[in-house]
C-alpha cells in the first residue's frame, strides 16, 4: 500500500526564520501531490498542488514545493515564516494509473509553531 | 459560493448508539469522500462516493460502518453501535466532475466523534 511520510512532527521557528517541511512517499507510478493547511479552529485548506509540468511548485501565502521525482520528495518551503503561518500542515498523494480521481493518501501532519 | 458543509460539527454518543454525519459538497460537485482523523495520525481515506453510487469503500470498516450519496440531500457517513474507538475526526471532501482531468478534493470543517 501506499504510504506517506512527514519526517517532523513538530516544528518550532522564530519569525523570519527560513522553513523546509519534509514528505516522502511510497509509489512508483504516475502521482498527484498536494499540500494541505489547517490553522487552529478551521479546515483543510488547500496551500499548492501537482500534478505534471514545472516540478517547482508556487502556491498561497508564499510556500512552495518541489517535486523531485528521483527522491520520492515533495518537500514545502517558505524562505521567511510569519507568526500566522502557526498551523498544521499535512502532505496527501493520489497514486495509481488514471489517478484522475479517488483516495488521497495523507502524512501524519506536521504541526508548526511560529514564535513571534 | 459556499464550501463544503459538514454537521453536526460535534456529536456525542454513547456506546452502542448510532452516529450520523452529514456532509454537503460544493455546488457543482458530484464526487465526496470521507476521511477518518484519530489522534495524533494523518487522514486515513474511508470511502469516496458519487451520487448514487459507491466508487471505492476499501477504506470503511466492514462492520458498522455504511455510506451513502443520494441523488437528493446530503452525503451520510452511519456508524452503528458506536465503540470508543470510533471517536474521531470525520472529513468530507468534495471534488467537481472534471473527466479526464486531475481534480483536486475541496475539504469541510470536520464533524468531531466523541464516544463515552
Known amino acids: 500500500a501506499q504510504s506517506v511520510s512527514q519526517h517532523n512532527h513538530h516544528v518550532i521557528l522564530s519569525e523570519a526564520a527560513s522553513l523546509e517541511l519534509g514528505c516522502n512517499y511510497s509509489?512508483?507510478?504516475?502521482?498527484?501531490l498536494f499540500w494541505y493547511v489547517q490553522y487552529p479552529g478551521q479546515h483543510l485548506q488547500l496551500l499548492l498542488k501537482?500534478?505534471?509540468?514545472?516540478?517547482l511548485v508556487k502556491g498561497i501565502k508564499g510556500f512552495e514545493a518541489e517535486f523531485i521525482k528521483s527522491k520520492f520528495s515533495f518537500n514545502l518551503r517558505k524562505p521567511s515564516v510569519q507568526w500566522s503561518d502557526t498551523a498544521e500542515y499535512f502532505c496527501?498523494?493520489?497514486?495509481?494509473?488514471?489517478?484522475?480521481?479517488?483516495?488521497?493518501?495523507f502524512g501524519r501532519g506536521t504541526q508548526l509553531t511560529v514564535w513571534p | 459560493n459556499a464550501g463544503v458543509m459538514q454537521n453536526p460539527r460535534h456529536l456525542v454518543r454513547r456506546r452502542g448508539q448510532e452516529a450520523r454525519l452529514r456532509c454537503s459538497p460544493m455546488?457543482?460537485?458530484?464526487?465526496v469522500y470521507w476521511y477518518r482523523q484519530l489522534p495524533e495520525e494523518g487522514l486515513k481515506f474511508m470511502v469516496y462516493?458519487?451520487?448514487?453510487?459507491?466508487?471505492?469503500e476499501s477504506g470503511m470498516p466492514k462492520e458498522r460502518f455504511s455510506a451513502e450519496f443520494p441523488k437528493e440531500g446530503p452525503s451520510i457517513l452511519r456508524i452503528q453501535q458506536v465503540v470508543r474507538g470510533d471517536s474521531a475526526a470525520y472529513f468530507c471532501?468534495?471534488?467537481?466532475?472534471?473527466?479526464?482531468?486531475?481534480?483536486?478534493?475541496?475539504f469541510g470543517p470536520g464533524t468531531r466523534l466523541t464516544v463515552l
Open positions: 496527501a498523494v493520489r497514486a495509481g494509473r488514471g489517478s484522475t480521481l479517488g483516495r488521497l493518501y
Open positions: 501537482y500534478f505534471s509540468g514545472d516540478p
Open positions: 509509489y512508483g507510478g504516475t502521482v498527484n
Open positions: 462516493l458519487q451520487k448514487e453510487n459507491i466508487i471505492d
Open positions: 455546488k457543482g460537485h458530484s464526487h
Open positions: 471532501a468534495s471534488s467537481p466532475r472534471t473527466s479526464g482531468a486531475p481534480d483536486t478534493q475541496y
